[in-house]
């Protein structure tokens, strides 16, 4: 007698998806290749993908690349059961929060073949910081794009009505801090008669800026090997103390129910300085029209700079039936006229080719920022996050505990970084997840 099988709750989800899927993979027959790419992002973002993907397709005739469109809230969940199910497209671009763990399940071509006999690809091309996000054993699994450092923007007027010097001029003469970005936080800031918020001097770090600010202060969120957590050393609970201090003790950062429905976001107005990534350029210069601004890097600290780097990878799924295509594209999205596009004239983030981060172009722009030489040093002189193949673990276990410290369930760093410590190392100690 046959054994039946049984479905599974999850099965009876994923099987009717795996195979309309399936289906959406059938090519037509033209005479030309065709691929498929998918990505995710704000309007703008995936406006200049197409842009890309036709700027490709009209320079490749041989050719067709069909832009696949995944709305950021599920992109994560979805680019998982595809890879998993062996439905996914040719060309996928990864957050590198997870690249590290996909990486490990073996879902990504290896690079170095196509890079080995192509004449036209040098990995000196690129700043070293964008080629070793794209290592797994010392061999590139992917290519980076949209890559880039934290800075700081801040609202012109408001410092100059203050009576405040430029935080630029400050940072050339070695004068802007942790200590001197506070000071202005709290000048910055501003509440009615009623005693109601009406402005803030600065935002909340999000992660992972948060880790660059205790870089400054002399910790780190993991050791070198990335098996231990490191939040209860007195770098760590200083820099975590500093940022959980502008909102529960200095009172110039919004709580969140003050922040709620965007009421002190940066292109408001009503937020003097904030923590970002210059990729919100094309988003600010659209919006902000009754304020000038500009960028800034982030401050030095008592122990060192927050400079630091992250980007997503271009990866080419293992199974493509076109690699060499797929490789023609990939190469076409992290070359000269793809960056010339995201980075110099829309700016969406840093160039990773070093003749295009040193060019006249990206370093002295005729419309705000201005200050490129804040990008340009994050590039050359960042350090890498410690993301590794457990990251996601790491970062569901430490999200929930610094949640108490952001949110003020818990004012007192030492005791929120050592329970956090103690929760992180305990994950690390078990057997990783799926």
């Not at 994923?14 to 030309?32: N, T, V, W």
């Not at 170095?112 to 590139?140: H, N, Q, T, W």
């Not at 007195?234 to 103390?241: C, D, F, H, L, Y």
Request: aromatic fraction near 12%; charge should be positive.
């Amino acid at each position: 007698m046959r054994a039946s099988r049984r479905i599974g709750p999850l099965s009876r989800y994923l099987l009717p998806l795996i195979a309309i899927l399936a289906i959406g993979c059938a090519e037509p027959e033209d005479g030309r290749v065709h691929l498929r790419y998918m990505a995710w992002g704000n309007v703008q973002q995936l406006n200049l993908e197409q842009r890309l993907v036709d700027e490709f397709n009209k320079r490749n005739h041989d050719v067709e690349v069909k832009l696949f469109k995944v709305p950021a809230n599920s992109y994560k969940n979805k680019m998982i059961v595809m890879f998993a199910s062996r439905t996914s497209p040719d060309v996928v671009r990864v957050d590198h929060y997870d690249f590290p763990q996909l990486s490990e399940r073996n879902y990504f071509r290896d690079l170095e073949p196509f890079i080995s006999r192509d004449a036209e690809f040098k990995k000196s091309d690129y700043f070293p910081l964008a080629i070793e996000e794209c290592l797994v054993d010392g061999r590139m699994q992917g290519l980076n794009v949209l890559f880039g450092g934290g800075i700081m923007f801040y609202n012109k007027k408001l410092i100059r009505d203050a009576g405040l010097e430029d935080p630029y001029a400050l940072w050339n003469r070695g004068e802007w801090t942790y200590d001197k970005a506070l000071e202005y936080s709290v000048k910055l800031t501003k509440f009615d008669s009623t005693g109601r918020p009406i402005q803030f001097g600065i935002n909340m770090p999000p992660m992972p800026f948060y880790l660059a600010v205790i870089q400054a202060f002399g910790g780190r969120l993991l050791n070198p090997a990335l098996d231990k957590c490191l939040l209860d050393s007195p770098g760590a609970i200083a820099g975590m103390q500093w940022i959980a201090d502008l909102r529960w003790k200095h009172k110039c950062c919004p709580t969140p129910a003050q922040g709620a429905n965007a009421a002190f976001n940066f292109e408001t107005g009503k937020l003097a300085m904030e923590f970002n990534y210059v990729g919100m350029t094309a988003r600010y210069n659209e919006l902000i029209t009754k304020f000038d601004w500009d960028i800034c890097p982030m401050p030095n600290g008592p122990k060192g700079d927050s400079f630091f780097v992250k980007g997503n990878q271009l990866v080419m799924y293992r199974e493509t039936k076109h690699p060499e295509e797929a490789w023609r594209f990939m190469k076409f999205m992290t070359g000269p006229i793809a960056e010339d596009i995201l980075y110099i004239q829309e700016r969406r983030q840093a160039p990773t080719r070093i003749e295009l981060g040193q060019s006249e172009g990206f370093l002295h722009p005729k419309k705000p920022p201005f200050n490129m030489e804040s990008v340009a040093m994050t590039i050359r002189r960042g350090k890498t996050l410690p993301i590794g193949p457990r990251w996601p673990e790491v970062m569901a276990t430490l999200t929930p505990e610094l949640d108490n410290l952001f949110a003020g369930r818990e004012t007192d760093a030492s005791v929120a970084m050592r329970r956090a410590t103690a929760a992180v190392n305990k994950t690390l100690r078990e057997e990783p997840g799926l």
